[in-house]
């Protein structure tokens, strides 16, 4: 009985640690996602800068400023409104994906209906 007892114990605190330790927090995802990365579709640096107060994103040295709409720690993704400078606005979208051992991540970015894979640069 008492080893039952320890094992539902350790099972719900490796449970709580995958929950916690896994998933970044707010601040902790928009820190991370910050820097300059390599996208898969050109060799064009994209610089993500969500950091800061004025959050920017710039592609091709284009930067555009961006508010972030909702972050959903659970599924590592950012939404957020873009405002380029065609004065169309558009909703963009960050997604980590995790390697199979949560130790490094790439970046799915939507933006203008392209999906691009972005790997530190």
């Not at 300059?36 to 920017?56: C, F, H, M, V, Y």
């Not at 508010?67 to 659970?74: M, W």
């Not at 169309?88 to 894979?117: C, M, P, Y």
């Amino acid at each position: 009985m008492r080893n039952l007892n320890l094992v539902i114990i350790l099972t719900i605190v490796v449970a709580l640690g995958f929950m916690y330790g896994g998933c970044s927090g707010s601040k902790n995802m928009l820190s991370e996602m910050t820097g300059t990365w390599k996208s898969d579709k050109n060799d064009d640096p994209i610089r993500i800068d969500l950091s800061g107060e004025q959050k920017a994103i710039e592609i091709g040295g284009n930067t555009v400023p961006v508010t972030i709409n909702k972050i959903d720690k659970g599924a590592y993704l950012v939404m957020m409104d873009a405002k380029p400078a065609s004065g169309n606005a558009a909703l963009w979208s960050l997604r980590q994906v995790w390697d199979d051992n949560g130790s490094s991540f790439t970046i799915k970015f939507d933006h203008d209906g392209v999906e691009e894979t972005l790997i530190r640069g």
